[in-house]
């Protein structure tokens, strides 16, 4: 799971950067919120953690600014503001869940686990692009109507492009969710599901570019 977390506290972004990497989590800090939808922009998530006092601004407008781009994104806003008030305008305001500091690391890392696990379970069933029709969930694929054999990592590569929608995903990306932070495997693990993927589907089907990585090749209908 690669996460963004949006904190302006450095001890606690570092301590949730080192914690959640221990647990399997990768996390990418910025320090406000004009960084986060920056790197929100630039980079596919599976997950948004929110602080909501930011230095240039609340993180509710932040929050609105990304679900703008990108409705489905899990948000945890995770905050010193612990009245009920505050639930109640982060969780009208657009997050899925809220956790007060202080928190345990390990909750947190459970709670973003179960917001990912919601998030999958009500994924699109199909994904449409060009000449593409996929059912992750069942594993089948069609190209120009004809159905085409992939295996469950080839249809998971694809679902993941798709996700990115028109963004890059850099190697590094993709191997984390597809295989996690603690699976080991050699370097060209990601390259040969690539070159079989295109080897099926065509050239056309994953688009590469030096320094930036890969994307699907079309657009999502």
């Not at 995770?78 to 899925?96: K, S």
């Not at 179960?114 to 969930?137: D, H, Y």
Request: aromatic share 4%; net charge negative; hydrophobic share 45%.
């Amino acid at each position: 799971m690669r996460v963004l977390l949006v904190e302006d506290d450095d001890l606690i972004a570092s301590g949730i950067v080192a914690g959640l990497g221990a647990l399997g989590i990768a996390v990418e800090p910025a320090a406000c919120g004009t960084a986060a939808v920056a790197a929100h922009a630039e980079n596919t998530f599976d997950a948004l953690v929110l602080d909501l006092g930011l230095p240039d601004g609340d993180g509710l407008d932040v929050l609105a600014e990304i679900r703008a781009v990108e409705r489905d994104i899990p948000v945890l806003i995770l905050t010193a503001r612990d009245g009920i008030e505050h639930r109640i305008a982060g969780l009208n305001g657009g997050g899925d869940d809220y956790m007060v500091k202080p928190f345990d690391l390990r909750e947190l890392a459970a709670r973003l686990h179960a917001l990912n696990r919601r998030v999958q379970g009500r994924a699109a069933p199909v994904i449409e692009a060009g000449p593409l029709r996929l059912e992750p969930a069942n594993g089948l694929a069609w190209l120009d109507g004809e159905p085409v054999a992939l295996s469950r990592k080839e249809v998971d590569l694809l679902a993941h492009l798709a996700s990115g929608r028109g963004r890059w995903l850099t190697p590094d990306m993709l191997h984390e969710r597809l295989y996690g932070l603690t699976e080991r495997l050699g370097s060209n693990a990601l390259n040969v599901h690539i070159h079989n993927v295109r080897r099926k589907l065509g050239g056309d089907a994953i688009q590469t570019a030096r320094g930036l990585g890969y994307r699907l090749g079309w657009s999502l209908s």
